[in-house]
């Protein structure tokens, strides 16, 4: 009896096995390309394009009604300014009573937003 459950689990496997290989693969296409970094994905996670856009030009959608205006991280001008220190804390602590805070992103998780900012800057003066 237990070497005719074996064989029936061995064939059912093999079934299995030979079915799926003539399946059709699916291609997905996104609509919006994948983030290329992880401060790329956490700067969309956390929702910042709602505020800074997505290119980081201070152009989202609400930042008309906010007070301060988000920065212009596109700018090479504004961004050469500021240094790596405020950006930390503006992640850490929030901003101006409008930034909520992100007190529990890793060391390492806030360096790779600010590499991330800073190359809205750079991508955008090339």
Same mark, same amino acid.
């Given at each position: 009896? =237990?070497?005719?459950?074996? %064989? /029936?689990? /061995?064939?059912?496997?093999?079934?299995?096995?030979?079915?799926?290989?003539?399946?059709?693969?699916?291609?997905?296409?996104?609509?919006?390309?994948?983030?290329?970094?992880? @401060?790329?994905?956490?700067?969309?996670? *956390?929702? %910042?394009?709602? %505020? &800074?856009? &997505?290119?980081?030009?201070?152009?989202?959608?609400?930042?008309? !009604?906010?007070?301060?205006?988000?920065? !212009?991280?596109?700018? $090479?001008?504004? *961004?050469?300014?500021?240094? !790596?220190?405020?950006?930390? !804390? $503006? /992640? =850490?602590?929030?901003?101006?009573?409008?930034?909520?805070? #992100?007190?529990?992103?890793?060391? &390492?998780?806030? @360096?790779?937003?600010?590499? #991330? /900012? =800073?190359?809205?800057?750079?991508?955008?003066?090339?």
């Amino acid at each position: 009896m =237990r070497k005719a459950m074996v %064989c /029936i689990a /061995i064939m059912l496997f093999l079934v299995a096995c030979n079915s799926s290989a003539s399946a059709p693969k699916v291609s997905v296409v996104f609509s919006e390309p994948l983030p290329e970094s992880e @401060g790329e994905l956490l700067y969309l996670d *956390m929702k %910042c394009p709602a %505020c &800074h856009g &997505h290119q980081g030009s201070g152009d989202g959608f609400f930042s008309n !009604d906010l007070q301060p205006q988000p920065g !212009d991280f596109s700018s $090479a001008e504004v *961004m050469g300014a500021i240094p !790596d220190d405020q950006l930390k !804390d $503006a /992640i =850490r602590n929030g901003k101006g009573g409008v930034m909520p805070s #992100y007190a529990r992103f890793t060391d &390492h998780q806030v @360096g790779e937003l600010v590499r #991330y /900012i =800073r190359s809205l800057a750079q991508s955008s003066s090339n």
